[in-house]
C-alpha cells in the first residue's frame, strides 16, 4: 500500500516559520522526484516546490527565498522550511511522489496538512 503521509501544518503570525514533512511508503520503485503542492482558499492547487533525486530544485515565484525544499533519497522523504509566513500561505499543503515507474490505480499523493498564517 503506497503512502504518504504530511506533518508540520499549524496555525502561525506572519513572520514565523514552519517546517512540513512527508514520508513516503510502499514505493517499490525508486523515487525520481518529490514536491509540494498548495491549495489556498477558493483558488487551484499549484506547485510550491520541487526536488528531484539529484537534488535540483525549483520553486514558485511567491515563495522563492523563503521556502527550502529537501529531500532524503534512502528514506523516501522530504521536507518544507518556510520562512517569513504571508496570510497569502494560508492552505492545506499536499505531498506528491514521482515513481520512476508509476503504478496503475496507485495514489501518490498525500491527504494534506492545513497550514494557517494569521495577521
Known amino acids: 500500500q503506497v503512502q504518504l503521509v504530511e506533518s508540520g501544518g499549524s496555525l502561525v503570525q506572519a513572520g514565523g516559520s514552519l517546517r512540513l514533512s512527508c514520508a513516503a511508503s510502499?514505493?517499490?520503485?525508486?523515487?525520481?522526484?518529490m514536491g509540494w503542492y498548495r491549495q489556498g482558499p477558493g483558488k487551484q492547487r499549484e506547485l510550491v516546490a520541487h526536488?528531484?533525486?539529484?537534488?535540483?530544485?525549483n520553486y514558485a515565484d511567491s515563495v522563492k527565498g523563503r521556502f527550502t525544499i529537501s529531500g532524503d533519497n534512502a528514506k523516501n522523504t522530504v521536507t518544507l522550511q518556510m520562512n517569513s509566513l504571508k496570510p497569502e500561505d494560508t492552505a492545506v499543503y499536499y505531498c506528491?511522489?514521482?515513481?520512476?515507474?508509476?503504478?496503475?490505480?496507485?495514489?501518490?499523493w498525500g491527504k494534506g496538512t492545513l497550514v494557517t498564517v494569521s495577521s
Open positions: 526536488i528531484t533525486s539529484g537534488g535540483s530544485t
Open positions: 506528491n511522489a514521482e515513481p520512476v515507474v508509476p503504478l496503475p490505480g496507485v495514489n501518490y
Open positions: 510502499g514505493i517499490i520503485f525508486s523515487i525520481k522526484a
